[in-house]
């Protein structure tokens, strides 16, 4: 994305360059609640909303990767962090409103560099050809007033959508690789399985 015009603090910015997402890290013990849960590839279709194909596709080409376990060869499952499965959703949205795919991996590599409270109350908005990022609904009226903006994901709104979407569905114990079952009466495979295991 170009970072074409000022920015400040008080005004939206376009999302920087990245040459490189961060590097992965382990996580004291302490921090590690999130971390020690990971969803396999259709639990994170379902609460993206997107097709297998389209999930399999963005991991292949480093698109959104998984951060808790890639897949090694065949057989081997990915496991997506709860993050990961907001970004998956972030990332469907931007490509159905014909964001281009450059942008997009900009957008990911900056999401992916925020802390938690920081995701929770930004909202991204494009004009088509830039994405910016706002972070006071300031910025965001400001954006509209300068008839750049077009759309905008508000990121925290899909952090509670995905949030509901996986409280129903299954998860896995990184540790043990256990399913978590969840609420979801309809689903006696994984009770099946952690019976049988």
């Given at each position: ?9 008080a ?40 097709t ?14 998984p ?7 065949s ?89 509901g ?5 299954h ?27």
């Open positions: 994305m170009s970072s074409t015009g000022e920015s400040s603090a005004n939206p910015c376009p999302l920087p360059e990245a040459t490189a997402p961060p590097a992965a890290r382990r996580v004291p013990a302490a921090r590690r609640r999130s971390e020690e849960v990971g969803y396999r590839g259709p639990t994170a279709c379902a609460a993206a909303g997107i297998y194909r389209q999930l399999d596709y963005w991991a292949r080409t480093g698109l959104v990767e951060s808790v376990r890639p897949a090694h060869g057989g081997s499952q990915r496991l997506y962090s709860f993050r990961d499965v907001v970004v998956l959703k972030i990332v469907k949205r931007l490509l159905d409103t014909g964001v281009s795919l450059q942008n997009i991996r900009t957008a990911v590599r900056h999401l992916r560099s925020q802390g938690s409270g920081v995701l929770s109350q930004m909202t991204l908005m494009s004009d088509g050809a830039t994405v910016y990022e706002c972070s006071s609904p300031d910025e965001v009226a400001e954006l509209l007033q300068g008839g750049q903006g077009v759309f905008g994901i508000a990121v925290g709104v899909v952090w509670r959508d995905v949030e979407a996986l409280a129903q569905l998860a896995e114990c990184v540790d043990t690789g256990e399913t978590i079952v969840r609420d979801n009466p309809a689903d006696e495979l994984a009770r099946r399985r952690n019976r049988a295991g």
